[in-house]
Nanobody
Framework: VQLQASGGGLVQAGGSLRLSCAAS????????MGWFRQAPGKGREFVAA????????????YYADSVKGRFTISRDNAKNTVYLQMNSLKPEDTAVYYC?????????????????????WGQGTLVTVSS
């Protein structure tokens, strides 16, 4: 599976950006998709994830506390793409953002917050928020 992230850039505090991640996988709709970020000098941090829930009847979204209420993860299975809408951006959101995909056949329940829970990673897109 190849993942191509895009949409990063420079934005002022309080502004918005939308990140996109296009996947090459035909069975994309069943994959757990996540966004992580890594600021300079820091480790990779969970941002958001989206996966099947309710026995496969709907998608559930999960967020880090630091972005809850400001960021929204969504997916368009027809386009094999997952999005991260980022609003009310803060300087502390500055980081390289990575999208990740977990194969549903090997995914371990509850690991969507962990980098090790994912099999595939995109190349990262830089988001810089100026104060």
């Amino acid at each position: 599976v190849q993942l191509q992230a895009s949409g990063g850039g420079l934005v002022q505090a309080g502004g918005s950006l939308r990140l996109s991640c296009a996947a090459s996988e035909r069975t994309f709709s069943s994959y757990v998709m996540g966004w992580f970020r890594q600021a300079p000098g820091k480790g990779r941090e969970f941002v958001a994830a989206i996966r099947w829930s309710g026995g496969g009847t709907y998608y559930a979204a999960y967020y880090a506390d630091s972005v809850k209420g400001r960021f929204t993860i969504s997916r368009d299975n027809a386009k094999n793409t997952v999005y991260l809408q980022m609003n009310s951006l803060k300087p502390e959101d500055t980081a390289v953002y990575y999208c990740a995909a977990a194969n549903p056949l090997t995914y371990s329940s509850g690991t969507y917050r962990l980098p090790d829970g994912y099999n595939y990673w995109g190349q990262g897109t830089l988001v810089t928020v100026s104060s």
